[in-house]
């Protein structure tokens, strides 16, 4: 398997322009995870979905971030209108479980898509 | 809610043992990982340890777990500048999201 792929690596675009990142997880996953990395506030998870469906979204900073998956093997998560404080690196992940009820699951990350808004 | 702390930076010499330490506020994780990022990819499982265990060693890794004082440090035995990365510990919160510390980033000098 390719592991978890997202597009693009690099963004960058100007504020108040629509951004929509990319990701294909793997497959056999259902579990599919949004994150935030930033020097300040470190790694914040944004969503997760389990089969397509928004589990737990409270990590969306507000209403300008959305995040869909509209089949098994697709997400995105787009920012609408962008700020420059939304420049970030962007992981998606993804797993076949979470670790509830005694059992634990890896989740495998992609290689992150570097967003910079100007 | 659960809070997770690492210090941000250790710096060793190629063939000293690295400590990279956490601690964390609640207690009801079942199991804590060690994630590895390299620079310019995405985290990547260390090793875990489950929450009744006290220490796991898997070849150059040392997983102690301390849960009197909320404390896991993962050790690095014969620290190699391939090791030079970020590490984070994480907890596994309400709803199984995994909670991940700052990150430690360890530099490994020649």
């Known amino acids: 398997d390719a592991g978890v792929i997202q597009s693009p690596r690099h963004e960058v675009t100007e504020m108040g322009q629509e951004v929509t990142l990319r990701c294909k997880p793997i497959s056999g996953h259902d579990y599919l995870f949004w994150y935030r990395q930033t020097m300040m506030r470190g790694l914040e998870l944004l969503i997760y979905?389990?089969?397509?469906?928004?589990?737990?979204d409270s990590g969306m900073p507000e209403d300008r971030f959305s995040a869909k998956m509209p089949n098994a093997s697709f997400s995105t998560l787009k920012i609408q209108p962008s700020e420059p404080r939304d420049s970030a690196v962007y992981f998606c992940?993804?797993?076949?479980?979470?670790?509830?009820?005694?059992?634990?699951?890896?989740?495998?990350f992609g290689p992150g898509t570097r967003l910079t808004v100007t | 809610g659960e809070d997770v702390e690492q210090s941000l930076f250790l710096s060793v010499r190629e063939g000293d043992s690295s400590v990279i330490n956490c601690t964390y506020t609640?207690?009801?994780?079942?199991?804590l990982y060690w994630y590895k990022q390299e620079p310019g990819a995405g985290l990547q499982l260390l090793t875990y340890?489950?929450?009744?265990?006290d220490m796991k060693q898997d070849q150059r890794l040392t997983v102690l777990l301390n849960k009197k004082d909320k404390h896991l440090s993962l050790r690095i035995a014969d620290t190699q500048t391939g090791d030079s990365a970020i590490y984070f510990c994480a907890l596994v919160g309400n709803t199984g999201k995994l909670i991940f510390g700052q990150g430690t980033t360890l530099q490994v000098k020649p």
């Open positions: 979905f389990n089969n397509n469906v928004p589990i737990d």
């Open positions: 609640d207690s009801s994780s079942t199991y």
């Open positions: 992940a993804s797993s076949t479980g979470v670790a509830v009820g005694g059992v634990t699951y890896e989740q495998y």
């Open positions: 340890i489950f929450s009744n265990m």
